[in-house]
């Protein structure tokens, strides 16, 4: 029993093999057909499942690319790919708010995961996309309904000011001077109140200095100096084992996430959503 069961795992392994290299000839149907064959034989293994859902996202069929994604999901809770394919299935479905809590479980994984399997790019920008959109489509009914209500403010004003004028006739001048400082009171407020839907420009020390972006897994060297992870490893792997910018050797096993500088670049996407938006 057990050697058949040896046996079935290594043929669904190798039928895993088959199905990536049919993906990479964009033969998607013997690619799917090659995964359902591994699963068939090893149903339990997380990462079948996913590398099918991927298939099934290139054809644009959602509903299995949810199905698969929520088994390999169910099967690993620590899949990155799971979550990410599960959100992105999710969000086609316009349930925004659920796939975009997928899509950041599948980024906080990522961010801890092997470099040689690393998401965190492709999963940070379907992430920006619709949190983006999410801000645009917020931001255009607040704006809309913050002009409704200033314009409502100022014609209240505007009719207690007529209706001290008639009530008071001898202090026309203070009641003109009164109202005039509340319309100004009143502007001040609501332009205070628009900035937030304002696009300006990040922080700088909320953007890496290779990249120039946004950060989406800051890290920090020994210099002291905070990198975009997948940034500064490319740069170790290509460019030698040294800090870009200290020239300080520098090896990947000394980097250390910056908690700090990722909280806070939360804290920022979450007041200012138009940061999302990347070039």
Not at 209 to 214: E, G, K, M, N, S
Not at 250 to 275: M, R, T, Y
Request: aromatic share 8%.
């Amino acid at each position: 029993m057990v050697k058949g069961v040896k046996t079935g795992t290594i043929q669904a392994e190798q039928l895993k093999q088959d199905g990536n290299l049919y993906f990479k000839k964009n033969r998607l149907g013997a690619a799917i057909d090659a995964y359902t064959e591994a699963i068939t034989l090893s149903p339990n293994v997380s990462v079948y499942w996913t590398n099918r859902a991927v298939c099934y996202r290139k054809r644009n069929d959602w509903s299995r690319v949810e199905e698969d994604s929520r088994k390999a999901v169910e099967l690993d809770h620590t899949s990155v790919k799971g979550h990410f394919m599960l959100g992105l299935a999710l969000i086609q479905k316009e349930n925004i708010s659920q796939g975009i809590k997928e899509l950041e479980r599948a980024l906080d994984l990522g961010r801890g995961a092997n470099p040689e399997n690393y998401m965190v790019e492709e999963i940070w920008q379907e992430l920006a996309k619709v949190q983006y959109l999410e801000w645009e489509r917020n931001s255009t009914k607040q704006s809309w309904e913050l002009q409704n209500l200033k314009e409502s403010c100022e014609n209240a004003l505007i009719e207690k000011h007529f209706r001290d004028a008639n009530q008071m006739e001898g202090f026309i001048d203070e009641i003109a001077d009164s109202t005039s400082e509340q319309l100004e009171a009143l502007n001040l407020a609501f332009s205070k109140a628009a900035e937030f839907n304002t696009p300006t420009e990040v922080p700088d020390y909320l953007c890496c200095r290779i990249t120039l972006d946004i950060f989406r897994d800051p890290v920090t060297a020994p210099s002291g100096i905070t990198y975009e992870k997948a940034t500064i490893l490319e740069h170790l792997e290509q460019g030698g084992n040294f800090d870009p910018i200290t020239r300080q050797p520098l090896l990947p096993s000394q980097l250390v996430q910056n908690l700090a500088i990722k909280e806070a670049v939360q804290d920022f996407l979450d007041k200012h959503g138009w940061a999302y938006k990347m070039d």
